[in-house]
């Protein structure tokens, strides 16, 4: 898959109590489709992977990813992981 124009890099947002806000993250997942962004990097480290363990960059990846595709098949995302960043 070729990747052409602006690739937006998701933020991961926390509650108060340090758990991934998903709530907050659909909210700015909808708002980055709405407006027509066509490529979106979920990377380790705007992503605040280092805070997570492997079972959170999983689901964060996995939800990420299902919210995405279920808007538009056709737009690809780029998942980081822990072990290589990227």
């Known amino acids: 898959m070729l990747l052409n124009g602006p690739v937006f ?11 991934i806000d998903y709530y907050s993250l659909e909210k700015y997942l909808n ?14 480290f705007n992503g605040k992977y280092e805070t997570l363990d492997s ?15 279920a808007i538009s098949p056709k737009i690809p995302v780029i998942c980081g992981d822990e072990i290589f960043c990227s």
Do not use: G, H, R
């Open 9 to 19: 890099s998701l933020i991961t947002p926390f509650k108060d109590d340090l758990s």
């Open 31 to 44: 708002l980055l489709l709405a407006s027509k962004s066509s490529q979106l990097y979920s990377m380790a």
């Open 55 to 69: 079972e959170e960059i999983i689901c964060l990846n996995t939800f990420i990813t299902a919210k995405v595709k």
